[in-house]
C-alpha cells in the first residue's frame, strides 16, 4: 500500500463518489434553491427583519461552509484501489465477521475510511479503535483491541470484498 500522509484519509471508491455526489448537488442544485429563496425574500422588501431573508442567508452559508468542506475532504483523500486489497486480510472496503472471545458476541463490521464511517450501520472507521485493530488481520487471527471501557479480543471468523 503506498504511503499517505497526515492529511490525506483513504477512502473506498464508493465513499469517494457520494462524496462527489453530494458535492455536485450542493453546487448544482441546492445554491439554485437557495438563490430563488433568496430573491424571494429580498422581493418582500424590508431586509432588516424580514425571517425568510435571514434564514435563506444562513442557508446559504451553511451549504457554503459544506461545499468547502467537501471540496476540501476530495483534495486530501486517496482511494484505496482492489488490486491493494489482499483478499484473505482485512482492509479498507472490506466486510469483517468477528467474535468477541470473551462474550462470544458475534458482530459484522465493512471497514471504511473516516469520512464514510457510519458506526450505527456496521461501517467503521479504519482509524477507529476496532476498524485500526482489525487491519491486516486474517481468518481466525485474535486480535486484542483497546477500547474507552478497556480492552477486548476479537476473533477474525469471515473476510469478504464487499
Given at each position: 500500500?503506498?504511503?499517505?500522509?497526515?492529511?490525506d484519509?483513504?477512502?473506498?471508491?464508493?465513499?469517494y463518489?457520494?462524496l462527489v455526489?453530494?458535492?455536485?448537488?450542493?453546487?448544482?442544485v441546492?445554491?439554485?434553491?437557495i438563490?430563488?429563496q433568496?430573491?424571494e425574500?429580498?422581493a418582500?422588501?424590508d431586509?432588516?427583519e424580514?425571517a425568510d431573508?435571514d434564514?435563506?442567508?444562513?442557508a446559504?452559508a451553511e451549504n457554503?461552509?459544506?461545499?468547502?468542506k467537501?471540496?476540501n475532504?476530495?483534495?486530501?483523500v486517496?482511494i484505496?484501489?482492489?488490486?491493494?486489497?489482499?483478499?484473505?486480510r482485512v482492509?479498507l472496503g472490506q466486510?469483517?465477521r468477528?467474535?468477541?472471545?470473551a462474550?462470544n458476541?458475534i458482530?459484522?463490521?465493512?471497514i471504511?475510511g473516516?469520512?464514510e464511517?457510519d458506526p450505527l450501520?456496521?461501517l467503521i472507521?479504519?482509524?477507529?479503535?476496532?476498524?485500526?485493530g482489525l487491519?491486516?488481520?486474517k481468518?481466525n487471527?485474535v486480535v486484542?483491541?483497546?477500547?474507552?471501557?478497556?480492552?477486548?479480543?476479537l476473533?477474525?471468523?469471515?473476510?469478504?470484498?464487499?
Open positions: 500500500m503506498a504511503n499517505t500522509t497526515q492529511e484519509r483513504l477512502i473506498t471508491r464508493e465513499g463518489d457520494k455526489a453530494e458535492l455536485e448537488e450542493l453546487k448544482a441546492k445554491r439554485k434553491e438563490a430563488a433568496l430573491g425574500a429580498i418582500q422588501g431586509l432588516s424580514n431573508y434564514a435563506a442567508k444562513n446559504q457554503e461552509e459544506r461545499i468547502y467537501l471540496e475532504m476530495i483534495k486530501s486517496r484505496i484501489e482492489e488490486s491493494e486489497i489482499e483478499a484473505d482492509n466486510t469483517v468477528v467474535e468477541n472471545v462474550t458476541e458482530s459484522t463490521y465493512r471504511v473516516s469520512n464511517s450501520n456496521g472507521s479504519n482509524e477507529s479503535p476496532v476498524g485500526r487491519m491486516g488481520a481468518l487471527d486484542e483491541v483497546e477500547i474507552p471501557d478497556g480492552h477486548i479480543r476473533k477474525v471468523l469471515e473476510v469478504s470484498r464487499s
